[in-house]
């Protein structure tokens, strides 16, 4: 069974410029997560779905964070002007169901200078 | 108050012995814990899930669930080098809210 795919894996921008990660959940998976993990912390919820609903999406920084997943199985998430706090790696998860045990891709690292 | 409390660390013990890493929780509707591995570059693995109070093992891991005092545990025993990473304690609260700790590094030394 094919996991999480993610792409690009590595990405530099400059400040005030757009950037955009792909994901592909595990064929099946309902629901799908993205992730901010700055250095040294711990993974931070950005949105959930469940198929091409949000079902949490209030630690997403709106005025420049966007994120869809039209047809409810891959999603795109978008940054739009990026910061330099926006430096950090943005993982993607799915899992079977809500509550359910979520299984990570391997992660965009974003550097923004 | 965090969500999701654990102690960074590191923590440190000989090859063979047991390790026993913790996490503390707020939200007492919590229904799903789970721990996960995460080695230095790469992105968190799944270790073990538990839903109800008592012990779960799974080789030579156990998760311990004490819902009346919000605390979830992991056990690892005959450490190995190979073990040496951070684990991240997660938490599925109310209206399906996810948290994760900010992990506690594991050193286990040969």
């Known amino acids: 069974e094919a996991g999480v795919a993610q792409s690009p894996r590595y990405k530099i921008i400059e400040k005030r410029q757009s950037v955009a990660f792909w994901c592909n959940p595990i064929s099946g998976h309902a629901t799908l997560y993205w992730y901010q993990q700055i250095l040294g912390q711990g993974p931070k919820l950005l949105i959930q779905?469940?198929?091409?609903?949000?079902?949490?999406d209030s630690q997403l920084p709106k005025d420049r964070f966007s994120a869809e997943r039209l047809k409810g199985v891959d999603s795109t998430l978008k940054i739009q002007p990026a910061k330099l706090e926006d430096s950090a790696v943005y993982l993607c998860?799915?899992?079977?169901?809500?509550?359910?045990?979520?299984?990570f891709g391997p992660g965009t690292r974003l550097t923004v200078t | 108050q965090k969500e999701v409390e654990q102690n960074s660390g590191p923590l440190s013990v000989p090859e063979g012995a047991i390790a026993s890493l913790n996490c503390t929780y707020s939200?007492?509707?919590?229904?799903?814990f789970f721990w996960y591995r995460q080695y230095s570059g790469k992105s968190p693995e799944l270790i073990m899930f538990?839903?109800?109070?008592g012990d779960k093992e799974d080789g030579r891991f156990t998760a311990q669930l004490n819902k009346a005092s919000q605390y979830v545990s992991l056990l690892i025993r005959d450490s190995q080098p190979s073990d040496s990473a951070t684990y991240l304690c997660a938490v599925n609260g109310n209206f399906n809210k996810f948290y994760f700790g900010s992990g506690t590094k594991l050193n286990v030394k040969p």
């Open positions: 538990i839903y109800s109070n």
């Open positions: 939200d007492r509707g919590s229904q799903s």
């Open positions: 779905f469940q198929n091409n609903g949000v079902v949490d």
């Open positions: 998860a799915s899992s079977s169901g809500l509550a359910r045990e979520q299984y």
